[in-house]
Every structure is written in C-alpha cells, then in structure tokens.
C-alpha cells in the first residue's frame, strides 16, 4: 500500500498528471532529481541539518490531560507541528522541495498561495536558501491576508497580484502554471499540499511523513506502544498524510480525516468533499471535487482559510475509497469552540484548521484510547480573525 502511486503516478483510479504537454519534461525531470536525491545520503544530511537546526524539528508531542477529559479520551497527545519555524508544517515541504531545486540547478521558485501560509513558507525557504522567489495571490486574499502579504516581502519575495475570474486561489494556481510553461528551465514550482500532477502528490507526502515517523518514536517512549487512533483536519491533505504515512500499515490504528463542514451542507457552504464531491480533474490530479451538474469547480467556504479548496489529495481520495481511512467532518461553529477549549485548558492556541480536528474529537469520545492529534499550525494568525468574528 505504501508502494503507491504506481509508474504513471496512480494511487488506485486517483491522482496522475493532467497537464499541458509543455510541462511533462519539467515533472519527469523533477520525479528523476527527487528518486535520485531521496537516496542521495548527501542531500538527506543537507535536509536533516535544515529541518533541525532552521525549522526546529523534531517538534514535541504534549499530553493534554484536561482536554482529554473534555474529550473523553483516554489520553491525547498533540503532536507540535504549531512549533515549527513560521507556525505550521508547511516548511517541512517548503524546505524539501526548495533544496531540490537548488540541486537541479534552478535559481527561481514559483508558489501560489491562499491564505498565504504556503507563500510565506516558500519565501522563508527561499530567502534561506537565496533563490529567487515570486508568489500568486488572488487580489481578494491579498486584501484578507494583508499581513501575509507584508511577511513575504519582508523575507524578499515578490507577490504578483490575480485581478482574474473569482480573484482567488483557483486562479492564482492558474497563474502560477501560465508561468511555469513560459520559465520551466530556470524556475521550479513549489506546490504546497498533496496535490497537482505526479510526483507532486508523492513528494510533499513524503516531506510531511517526518510527523508520523517523529509521533511513534515519541510515543513509544512515552507509553511504549502504538496509538489507536490518528487525528488530522485535511485541506489539501498533507499534514494529515504526513501523520499518516507511517500509521496506515498497522491496521489497529483508527486514522480519521477532519474536513471542513463551514455552515452547513448546502452548496457553496462548506469544503467537505467526501460527503459533497465526485471524481474530477482539478490542477492537474483526478480526485474528489466539488463541482456542479455541469463539472464547474464550487463555491466552498470555511472559518478556515487552509481547509477551503474544492479538492482533496488523489491519496486521500484513494484510502477512503479502500476504507483505510474515515473522513468526517467539523463545522465552523464546533472548530471555534475547540480553539477557545484548547487556548484556555492547555495554554496553546491553534489554528483554526486543527481546531477542526480537535472540534470532531469533542463530540466522539473515545473512552481508554490512546490518540493523537496532528496540532498543524499555531493559530496566533487567526486571533484577529476570531476577534471579529466575536465582536460581532
Ligand atoms: C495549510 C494548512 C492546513 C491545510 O493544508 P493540508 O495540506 O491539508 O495540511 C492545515 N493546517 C494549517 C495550520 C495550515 O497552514
């Protein structure tokens, strides 16, 4: 199972590469650099000296005893993906891909972003590694994410503003790829979650796995044997592969994905793609998507901005569809009460988007179970937004 995806970039009938012929050397030459390099011993100490000693890996993994009981869970451990350098996993991937576009000799990297965590995650990686940098943004989110937007500049990339379609993520993508076709010998694109054409599903899944791996040591130091349960929220997926990964061959544990239910089940309110979805094509991958009768990409809404996008990672997509892993959803007014819960019991505040993994486990107790949650991010980023919200 772990095998996946196939030759072609298969996991199942899910995943693939749906791109413009124009762009099939640059992935194949990028899948060649990353099989070649994963064994490179070289470039895997270059990658563990960046993970410990910029991103500040191994994160830990905290027991919180008072949400447990909350809960009704045995015993939870989080594991501090929230503790990373810029606040979330996404440098995990950032940095990996960063350094293999150094290797293959590329001097300029392409992003696009949402919310503007991936943005600031490859401008940080960027500037570290001294590549030059330019991120898409939707002029709406630029407008929603102003703080993001100054925080990439700061690290000296350039954020090249979207004014097309609905000015937002979708068409920031869009953008990104319009300029890998024109600039593919200098320039690498950094896809920031477990998306997009072969390999990019594979790779970034294979960054994030240092979660899992790191999780099992830890917890088998702690209470010496494996946990019955895994908990994740899933946008793209990739931190919720990342814990996964090395869970998903023991089948004794119970890995749970933790979707986005925004308002409610209506079109347009909410990013559950599983309970609202069918097999499509989007940015370059066959997955589930949220689309209309006529195969146009949805609305899709969510309290957070990492868990809005209308697809899922062929991966996910494919575990769901063998039963390997459940999907379920949390709504916006669950996740919010899961932040405050958390910030107030255990003194951490998390994103948004693992408040949604947090929110699904207070209304499903798992009474003597040892479980732990993937913390993907801080959610310092999210004050402003809750106090809003609140005000209101
Ligand atoms: C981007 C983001 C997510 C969602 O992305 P995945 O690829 O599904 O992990 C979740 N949590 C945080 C903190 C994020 O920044």
Redesign the pocket.
């Known amino acids: 199972m772990t095998a996946l995806p196939d030759r072609r970039g298969f996991f199942g009938e899910f995943g693939g590469r749906f791109v413009p012929e124009t762009l099939m050397a640059a992935l194949n030459e990028f899948e060649s650099a990353y099989r070649r390099l994963r064994r490179d011993r070289e470039f895997r100490r270059e990658l563990d000296d960046v993970l410990s000693d910029f991103v500040g890996r191994p994160t830990p993994l905290t027991e919180a005893r008072k949400f447990a009981e909350v809960c009704g869970v045995g015993r939870l451990f989080l594991k501090r993906e929230d503790l990373n350098h810029t606040g979330?996993?996404?440098i995990n991937n950032a940095v990996g891909q960063a350094l293999i576009a150094k290797r293959m000799g590329k001097t300029r990297i392409i992003a696009e972003t949402g919310?503007g965590?991936?943005g600031v995650a490859t401008a940080t990686a960027c500037a570290l590694l001294g590549l030059q940098c330019v991120v898409y943004m939707g002029e709406v989110d630029m407008a929603r994410q102003e703080l993001n937007v100054f925080r990439m500049r700061l690290l000296g990339a350039e954020v090249v503003p979207v004014s097309s379609g609905s000015r937002t993520l979708k068409d920031a993508i869009n953008e990104a790829i319009r300029d890998w076709v024109t600039n593919v010998r200098t320039t690498h694109y950094i896809i920031?979650?477990?998306l997009g054409p072969h390999p990019y599903p594979m790779v970034v899944r294979d960054f994030q796995s240092v979660i899992g791996r790191e999780a099992l040591l830890q917890l088998r130091k702690k209470v010496n044997r494996l946990p019955d349960a895994g908990v994740a929220?899933?946008?793209?997926?990739?931190?919720?592969i990342g814990l996964f990964h090395e869970m998903v061959k023991h089948p004794s544990i119970r890995l749970i994905g933790v979707e986005a239910g925004g308002r409610g089940p209506g079109p347009g309110d909410h990013a559950a793609r599983f309970s609202g979805g069918a097999l499509g094509v989007l940015h370059g991958t066959r997955s589930m998507v949220l689309q209309d009768e006529f195969g146009q990409i949805a609305e899709t809404h969510s309290i957070s901005a990492?868990?809005d996008y209308p697809s899922i990672g062929p991966e996910h997509a494919y575990l769901q569809s063998i039963g390997r892993i459940e999907y379920h959803d949390c709504n916006d007014g669950l996740a919010l009460e899961a932040f405050h819960r958390l910030s107030e019991m255990e003194g951490i505040i998390p994103?948004l988007?693992?408040s949604h993994a947090l929110g699904w486990l207070m209304r499903n107790p798992m009474p003597n179970a040892v479980v732990v949650v993937n913390l993907?991010?801080r959610g310092d980023k999210d004050v402003p937004q809750v106090a809003a919200h609140e005000s209101r």
């Open positions: 979330a996993h996404k919310a965590q991936h920031g979650s477990v929220c899933v946008g793209g997926g990739s931190n919720a990492g868990l994103a988007e693992s993907s991010g």
